[in-house]
């Protein structure tokens, strides 16, 4: 099923392209892209931000027609949401990046490349027409990022996001336990669970284990699998500093969007750095663990710097309903992570468009029950927090 995309249209939810991908890839591989950091504390408090928060609906509003569209650093997108960049997405399918680059430019949303993609910036740039963003990672050597940098504007990259939350990686422990490495190892105690996958397997075998293919080149010297997992890990800087944003505007002219933030200092100093927009983000619960969730911290950021900045948002985002109570508080739109990985995990470029309309679909049917005929007339007022409404009952 998962090799043809077939059953794919019986997907009803996101949850349901989640199952797919887990009964398709192996379990070492699929608590990869799932997991998240540690005790995965904000791995779970990403969802509970949403279901402390509920809506208000209005009613005999008159309206029929609704319009989830959203404009973005001067382009106007289908709907609120886009798909951010993931690390090897070809591990759960061949050349991912490029059927949810794909999936994206036919439901008109944005697409964010990552740097340590499986495909190349330039056959990402090539995939469709539509804008696409590209995610860098500020590495060692600065040349080496400068080249990605000109390389996604020769490639007619868009907008270019800089993550700023990776000094080192997080203990994502769910890893180890299944001995997952990255290249790809087949040891005593993962060989059955690659084995029990084979269709899996199969594409791995005809189309080579993914690799970060924009850093290729870079390695050098560093040939095989292992030599550039090793030179990738080198590269990693603990050093990044608000200078080196600085330097990075002075090289990209587009919009430059700063991946990371949850801090309001934080955002603020972004503004003043040059950044047309941040992302509020945890990373997923894959870094640090225990920290605070976006949906916490939005709408005091957007409060004191929507007008100076574009907010987004990403972790934990499920549902239609998650995304309208995102743009409620102040975000502009949110990326999907593992939501879109889900869909191409279990059927390729069709499963990515089957995560996309469903959420498409949610989006449109929250509005509709909301009363609203645009996420414009969902604000604020809209929410009630049920975590504020027990505090002030206990009082």
């Known amino acids: 099923m998962g090799s043809t995309g077939i059953g794919i249209a019986a997907a009803v939810s996101v949850e349901d392209l989640?199952?797919?991908?887990?009964?398709?890839?192996?379990?070492?591989?699929f608590d990869f892209i799932d997991g998240a950091a540690e005790d995965e504390v904000s791995l779970r408090r990403?969802?509970?931000?949403?279901?402390?928060?509920?809506?208000?609906?209005?009613?005999?509003?008159?309206s029929?027609?609704?319009?989830?569209?959203?404009?973005?650093?001067?382009?106007?997108?289908?709907?609120?949401?886009g798909i951010g960049p993931t690390g090897l997405a070809g591990l759960v399918w061949p050349r991912a990046e490029l059927a949810l680059a794909r999936a994206a430019a036919a439901a008109k949303i944005p697409f964010a490349l990552s740097t340590v993609a499986s495909v190349s910036i330039e056959d990402a740039g090539a995939a469709s027409n539509a804008p696409k963003w590209f995610q860098l990672y500020l590495l060692r050597d600065r040349g080496i990022s400068r080249a990605l940098v000109e390389r996604a504007k020769a490639a007619g990259f868009q907008a270019l996001i800089l993550t700023v939350d990776c000094p080192v990686g997080g203990k994502r422990e769910r890893d180890p336990r299944n001995n997952f490495t990255l290249?790809?190892?087949?040891?005593?105690?993962?060989?059955?669970?690659?084995?029990?996958?084979?269709?899996w397997l199969w594409q791995v075998a005809r189309n080579g284990a993914p690799r970060a293919e924009n850093l290729v080149a870079a390695a050098g010297n560093a040939n095989g699998a292992q030599a550039l997992a090793a030179f990738m890990e080198a590269?990693?800087?603990?050093?990044?500093?608000w200078q080196d944003v600085a330097e990075v505007r002075k090289i990209w002219s587009g919009p430059l969007i700063?991946?990371?933030?949850?801090s309001p200092e934080d955002a603020a100093i972004a503004a003043d750095h040059g950044a047309d927009g941040i992302i509020l983000s945890n990373h997923g619960g894959r870094q640090l663990d225990g920290a605070v969730s976006p949906m916490a911290v939005l709408p005091y950021i957007a409060e004191t710097l929507g007008d100076r900045l574009t907010i987004l948002c990403d972790s934990g985002f499920r549902r239609g309903s998650d995304i309208?109570?995102?743009?409620?508080l102040g975000a502009a739109a949110v990326l999907l992570g593992r939501a879109t990985l889900y869909g191409v995990g279990a059927g390729g470029e069709a499963g990515a468009a089957q995560a996309i309309t469903i959420l498409q679909e949610e989006v449109d049917r929250v509005l509709a029950l909301l009363g609203a005929s645009s996420l414009a007339?969902?604000?604020?007022?809209?929410?009630?927090?049920?975590?504020?409404?027990?505090?002030l009952s206990e009082q």
């Open 18 to 29: 989640r199952g797919r991908a887990r009964a398709r890839l192996p379990r070492a591989v």
């Open 46 to 62: 990403n969802r509970v931000q949403f279901e402390e928060l509920a809506f208000v609906q209005r009613v005999l509003t008159g």
């Open 64 to 81: 029929t027609q609704r319009d989830q569209s959203v404009e973005l650093f001067g382009t106007r997108y289908g709907s609120p949401f």
């Open 183 to 199: 290249p790809l190892r087949p040891t005593l105690r993962n060989v059955m669970d690659f084995a029990s996958r084979p269709g």
């Open 235 to 241: 590269q990693v800087d603990p050093a990044i500093s």
């Open 258 to 262: 700063l991946k990371g933030i949850l």
């Open 324 to 328: 309208v109570k995102a743009t409620a």
């Open 377 to 391: 007339q969902v604000d604020p007022s809209r929410l009630f927090s049920l975590a504020l409404a027990r505090r």
